[in-house]
């Protein structure tokens, strides 16, 4: 086991602080391209926006590999079986492809036709197909990278992770700037620029993965088309974990897209300024989620050494770290919401977009500290195997809290897009309690992995 009991809260940093860097990184990686296209126009932002609905919805089987993978891995390595755990990794990573792939066919033939649903004006459409065009054949590198990242976290290694990130997001603000604006010798492919920017990115921290793992140098090692290298029986246990994650994910994304669909309907300029914020939500969500990553792996392999007594009490840990980092960014948030949302606005009507904005953040910063339990618990649970608890309660609040209201406040009562934001702070909030209830009564120290 990777936990040191007598310095719980150096172990808890040491594993923590790679995967929020590794994971603000990923968010940048959105956050870079909207900064990129915002500038093209409020048609080609909404666009991207759009196609970033799209995209995690493909996420949605990435997250259940990867779960299941930080969850069996962590269970493995805390009980002391790291060969175990590298042959268990070679049917994470096929898994992980296969999906991939899938969700590449799926965009390239029914992209543009999803965006339709999603309310997308002509305009708006057109720039969001050109996104998924480009992005839509680097879906496969990066659930290769989600994979092997998770995997690793699993084990206790969160450094490698870390580096990839970083590496990534950097290859993806060149490639993305080129192609987007087309200076010197590059082509200006605008909106389509960004996608295969994306692409490029993933294909290169695919690379770096591999290399990691094929090199064996950490805890794991991977020998690329190794015979033998998938097995049913460590795929049902990966997936007997993570699908319940992967549906969470997945109906949470549809919910998501008829939210979506509510605000679409309210114009390009309020779907916009509502884009720039759901950037910003990226953002500290990826960073909460970090924190949820680290939880699930300290509780597993704390688990796996039969010291639930620990996970209790490192899980309590994260979630106070986690609450005090949300805090802090809700009034980052209420004060400098108009400045933050005009980095990313150009063209006509950004002022009316930054306006929005203003009031979205603020409204915001009320979900924050709501989020930092929700996220910090769920990783607990996860890390634990109560996958399925976690499922219901996302489903349950995004369906009946987000939704509902969601529709009227914003068209029914006439608040518009601020409205749709409120009902999604109701979601948050109650998502928090009762994950903590679920957490306390204490069920999923007794799950088996």
Known sequence: MLIDEKDLRGSIIRLAWPVVVQQASFAMVQLVDTALVGHLGE?????????????????????????????????IVGGGES???????????????????????????FGDWMLGV???????????????????????????????????QGAGDTRSPM??????????????????????????????GSGVGFTIA???GALLVAGVLISGRRTLSWIPF????????????????????????????????????????????????????LAMQSLTFNIGFAL?????????????????????????????????????????????????????????????????????????AFALPGLGISLSLSGSLRGAGDTRAVLYIMAGCTWIVRLVPAYLLAITFGLGVPGAWLAAIADINVRAAIMFIRFRRGKWKHIKV
Not at 45 to 61: K, P, T
Not at 135 to 150: D, E, T
Request: charged content about 10%; glycine content about 12%; proline content about 3%.
């Open 163 to 192: 580096v990839v990130g970083l590496l990534i997001n950097v290859v993806n603000g060149f490639a993305s700037y080129a192609l987007i604006n087309g200076p010197g010798p590059f082509p200006r492919l605008e909106v389509l």
């Open 292 to 364: 949820s990553i680290a939880t699930s792996a300290i509780v597993g392999q704390t688990l796996g050494a039969q010291r639930p007594d620990l996970a209790e009490k490192a899980s309590y840990m994260t979630m106070r770290y986690s609450l005090v980092f949300m805090c802090v960014v809700a009034v980052i948030l209420m004060t400098l919401g108009g400045q933050i949302t005009s980095i990313f606005v150009g063209g006509q009507n950004a002022s009316a977009v930054v306006d929005i904005g203003r009031d979205l953040m603020f409204i915001f």
């Open 118 to 152: 999603l309310g997308a004006e002509p305009q708006a459409q057109s720039e969001g197909a050109d996104y998924l065009l480009g992005l839509a054949f680097g879906l496969p590198f990066f659930s290769f990278v989600f994979a092997g990242n998770a995997a690793q």
């Open 83 to 109: 060969r175990d755990a590298s042959k268990v990794m070679q049917t994470i990573l096929v898994l992980a492809v296969v999906w991939g792939l899938l969700m590449m066919v799926l965009m390239l033939l």
């Open 43 to 75: 048609d080609s932002l909404a666009g991207v926006r759009l196609g970033g609905q799209l995209l995690w919805f493909a996420m949605s089987g990435m997250m259940a590999v990867g779960v299941g993978a930080t969850a069996v891995i962590a269970r």
């Open 226 to 277: 190794r015979q033998g290298a998938f097995n049913g029986a460590d795929a049902r246990r990966i997936l007997n974990i993570g699908v319940p994650a992967g549906l969470e994910q997945a109906q949470f994304n549809i919910a998501f897209m008829i939210y979506t669909r509510i605000i679409a309907s309210l114009g390009t300029t309020a779907l916009a300024a509502h884009g720039v914020t």
């Open 202 to 204: 993933g294909a290169f």
